[in-house]
């Protein structure tokens, strides 16, 4: 069990899917999967849906790494919608004490990124220096609905943010029947 102490959580916010790792069943979400060895992962989620075709299966490729905790929090839309986060850290030999670094990127083109309410740049962000420490991430792009979440940055690691936003729908005004 001393390498198998990786945890991988999985929460759907507003339904149910079915988590598969590497082809074997892990039951439905929310799931905390614990006693993981370090290692490429393959992860799909399967939304739980009386309409079978409504809802597509997506696979999600995440690295745990030791003495870590990685988070799928993903909200799955009709046909190729996501709105959520894939979060995992790997290690980072060559940093700075007291330092972790953040590396993102989103669905959308160019993605500003703003960290703690303050603007960062466009996505994608590479290795992005920070104090260790909690912060709060937002992505906003043009058309998509805004996606926020907390993070925390460690001593010796790089985290890795994957989002998704979900696009607004447009909303067509009626035409005016002008006879």
């Known amino acids: 069990t001393f390498y198998q102490n990786t945890t991988l959580e999985i ?3 507003n339904g149910k899917a079915l ?7 892990y039951g439905e979400t ?14 799909e989620l399967s939304r739980t849906s009386s309409q079978e075709e409504f809802y597509k299966p997506h696979i999600f490729n995440v690295e745990l790494t030791k003495n870590t905790t990685s ?6 839309g009709p046909n ?21 670094k953040l590396t993102m990127t989103t ?18 962000v590479t290795n992005i220096e920070f104090d260790t420490g909690e912060y709060n991430i937002k992505f906003r792009s043009d058309g998509f609905q805004d996606l926020e979440f907390p993070v925390i940055v ?16 447009v909303i067509f005004d009626p035409a005016e029947n002008n006879e």
Do not use: A, C, W
């Not at 460690?154 to 729908?169: C, T």
């Open 11 to 13: 929460t759907t916010p």
């Open 19 to 25: 988590v598969k790792i590497d082809g074997k069943e």
């Open 30 to 43: 929310p799931s905390d999967i614990q006693n993981l060895t370090s290692g490429k992962y393959t992860i």
């Open 71 to 76: 988070r799928i929090n993903m909200e799955i």
């Open 80 to 100: 190729e919608n996501l709105h959520g986060v894939i979060i995992y850290y790997i290690d980072d030999s060559v940093i700075e004490k007291g330092k972790g």
């Open 107 to 124: 669905n959308t083109d160019y993605s500003k990124v703003y960290v703690n309410d303050e603007y960062l740049k466009d996505t994608p």
């Open 154 to 169: 460690r001593e010796g690691y790089i985290l890795n943010i994957k989002g998704y936003q979900f696009p607004i729908p």
